[in-house]
């Protein structure tokens, strides 16, 4: 499993997009997925980097707050899309697809996409195993 991870990581390095996005799609999923872990972890993350709180506390209600670019508001979408069950069918419809395009490359799609599987990858972990939040991998499980 670590290995898988730790591919994913590094497929997330690329530069394609920009750090800031990737945390910022991956707190949302965080934030879907009920997460505490994924949530204080991206949080940490976001402010590592040096992201503002306004734009950090924003994320839980971006399609309202104004402080996200047009190619994040497009990668918030995208995530929620993936992570949220749609009863009329289809996820990810084509029209989202294209505005995902229009902001990102092949490239940074593809990167876009790992950094959701990134957290897809990890989610059974996060909510079945419950890491303790500001621990480092490894010593981050009670049991």
């Known amino acids: 499993m ?11 390095q690329n530069g394609a997009i920009p750090q800031a996005t990737i945390h910022l799609l991956q707190l949302r999923a965080g934030q879907l997925l009920g997460s505490t872990y994924f949530t204080v972890r991206e949080t940490g993350n976001l402010r590592g980097i040096g992201e503002s709180e306004e734009r950090i506390t924003a994320v839980a209600t971006w399609r309202d707050a104004s402080c996200f670019t047009d190619a994040e508001r497009v990668a918030l979408e ?8 749609n009863l009329s069918g289809e996820r990810v419809p084509d029209e989202l697809y294209v505005r995902a395009s229009a902001h990102y490359d092949d490239r940074a799609m593809w990167s876009l996409i790992m950094a959701i599987a990134h957290i897809g ?23």
């Open 78 to 85: 995208l995530v929620e899309a993936v992570l949220t069950p």
């Open 2 to 12: 670590a290995e898988v991870g730790a591919g994913l990581h590094k497929a997330l």
């Open 121 to 143: 990858f990890f989610t059974p972990a996060a909510l079945i195993a419950k890491p303790i939040p500001g621990m480092p991998p490894g010593q981050n499980y009670s049991a």
